[in-house]
């Protein structure tokens, strides 16, 4: 049965992962999605409700674009160039305070 696409957004992997486990639990389940969500598994680093928050967290107080968001909370950079690398896609030049200040939002899916 085809599907129809609603919506198309950049998520960080664990919003993705738990979207797709709550697929899997409630419906016959296909072999691209077990394998989907095998990969997801492997590489969630975050709890899927921290993840949520910090990604919107990082839309809504530094502006960032969906995808840079995601894109940080997926990778979970440790150091100031690392999170320099993704972020030089935004039009936007980030000072060392404020890639410090990201870090230290991204921090938290690290705490759990």
Known sequence: MPREIIECKSIPIPVA???????????????????TYNYLLKFSKCNPEVAEQVYKELIETFNL??????????????TIDEARI???VEDKVF?????????????????E
């Open 17 to 35: 992962r738990k979207i797709l486990e709550e697929r899997i639990e409630s419906e016959e389940s296909t072999d691209i999605q077990r394998k």
């Open 95 to 111: 000072t060392t305070e404020e890639v410090k200040k990201i870090l230290q939002v991204l921090h938290k899916c690290k705490e």
């Open 65 to 78: 674009k969906d995808d840079t968001a995601a894109m940080l909370v997926n990778i979970l950079p440790e």
């Open 86 to 88: 993704v972020l030089t």
